[in-house]
């Protein structure tokens, strides 16, 4: 009988021992890095099922024993449950700040990326109208008091200037399409751009963008007109962002000229500019470079 017990507890014991070991997390908390934080752990199932804060459930496959799932990073502390085989876990991922409102950050880059499709001139004529709207609506209002046929000439003189700028925004706007962000997004992570040259891939929580990720072919590092579009959209996007473009750039080139050395590095570096972060990495076919906060 004592047997019987010793042999029946020992059963037990090794049965609750599998049991605790089925799901384990390599943290409680976890910080994200770039665009995501990303959870990892070992499980003794086929799939890990994980939940994050009241959204769908969703499964990761487990491999060699081990899994791995990314969270988008979000401005508030976010809640994951984790299961499997019918034991649970709940891990941490906590709050980011955000880059801005995501409306306002596209609508801005969008009226720059549609103006450098403007010659030099018409980029300078523009600028000057906006910055002297108000003046010259003041002058041409008093010009009315002491010479009305002249304000009346003056105004159809600016009205058709206007228009001639207009229909050169127009022009530009239809050729700048494939570039532009859109200006409503769900959210989540997402492509907002993709082209030959670059993707402009986001992260987009409760309307807050927070963080970006700007994705290119190092092939198309190797041509003239992919460094081209390439730096383009680079300087586009840090200069929307408020950072210093040059001296982004001036840091870049020698983060690029150092990777020739190690091509087959995946380290990271970073450039800070103005409170934003500018992430580097390299993979074997592709560039990559995150900007959060």
């Known amino acids: 009988m004592k047997k019987l017990l010793v042999s029946a507890l020992g059963l037990m014991t090794l049965t609750l021992a599998g049991c605790s070991n089925t799901l384990t997390t390599k943290q409680s908390t ?6 995501t934080a990303v959870v990892k ?35 508030h502390d976010q809640t994951v449950k984790l299961s499997a085989n019918g034991t649970h876990k709940t891990v941490t991922v906590k709050a980011t700040k955000a880059l801005g409102n995501y409306k306002k950050f596209a609508a801005s880059y969008n009226q720059m990326v549609i103006a450098s499709y403007l010659p030099t001139k018409v980029q300078k004529q523009l600028q000057t109208a906006q910055q002297t709207q108000a003046q010259t609506k ?6 009315a008091k002491t010479d009305p046929t002249a ?9 058709a200037a206007a228009q001639q700028l207009q229909a050169k925004l127009a022009t530009a706007k239809r050729q700048a399409k494939d570039d532009l962000l859109p200006t409503t997004v769900k959210d989540g992570m997402q492509n907002l751009v ?8 986001a992260n987009v929580q409760d309307g807050q963008l927070m963080g970006l990720a700007l994705i290119t072919p190092t092939a198309q590092m190797k041509t003239k007109r992919g460094q081209k579009q390439f730096g383009t959209t680079f300087a586009l996007l840090g200069a929307t962002l408020k950072a210093k473009p040059k001296y982004v750039i001036n840091k870049f080139e ?9 091509s087959s590095s995946t380290n990271t570096k970073t450039i800070h500019s103005n409170g934003i972060r500018f992430n580097t ?13």
């Open 194 to 201: 993709t082209t030959k040259a670059a993707t402009v891939r």
């Open 151 to 159: 304000a009346a000439a003056a105004a159809k003189q600016q009205q």
């Open 138 to 143: 003041q002058k041409l209002a008093a010009l």
């Open 30 to 35: 976890y910080h994200p890095t770039a665009l």
């Open 281 to 293: 990495g390299f993979s074997a076919d592709h560039l990559y470079i995150y900007m959060t906060k």
């Open 254 to 262: 020698k983060v690029l000229k150092d990777a020739k050395f190690n």
């Open 41 to 75: 752990g070992d499980a003794k199932a086929k799939h890990v099922t994980y939940q994050i804060e009241d959204g769908a459930q969703q499964s990761v496959k487990v491999a060699a024993g081990t899994y791995f799932f990314q969270v988008p990073a979000a401005p």
